[in-house]
């Protein structure tokens, strides 16, 4: 039972990249998703969620309008679509889930399952 995060890389300022989380061993479509990110020395951010029900979603207020969350058609996987990319987005990017099910404001309430974090380094 694991989520594999994947997609990051180095764009230069005002790239684009997409993000997928994708789980193995359970299914995914039954779990609220939330991408965070971490820099070193800093706080593990969350920056976005999609509930497990209705597809609603919650953004940070420093990401709103350029990420955008969902997931596919078959509910397999969650995507992260992150625009305009500049350098305070540099960071490790991890998707995660409440693996109780447990869900507030279209997030998982206690992520307790992790992916391994996929690094986004934004610079020209």
């Known amino acids: 039972v694991q989520l594999q995060a994947s997609g990051g890389g180095l764009v230069p300022p005002g790239g684009s990249l997409r993000l997928s989380c994708a789980a193995s061993?359970?299914?995914?479509?039954?779990?609220?998703v939330g991408w965070f990110r971490q820099v070193p020395g800093k706080e593990r951010e969350r920056v976005a969620c999609?509930?497990?029900?209705?597809?609603?979603?919650y953004y940070a207020d420093s990401v709103k309008g350029r990420f955008t969350i969902s997931r596919d058609v078959a509910r397999i996987s969650v995507f992260l679509e992150i625009n305009n990319l500049k350098p305070a987005d540099t960071a490790v990017y991890y998707c995660?889930?409440?693996?109780?099910?447990?869900?507030?404001?279209?997030?998982?309430?206690?992520?307790?399952?992790w992916g391994q974090g996929t690094q986004v380094t934004v610079s020209s």
């Open positions: 061993g359970f299914n995914l479509e039954r779990y609220a």
């Open positions: 999609i509930s497990r029900r209705d597809g609603k979603t």
């Open positions: 995660a889930i409440d693996s109780h099910l447990n869900e507030v404001d279209f997030c998982p309430y206690n992520p307790d399952l």
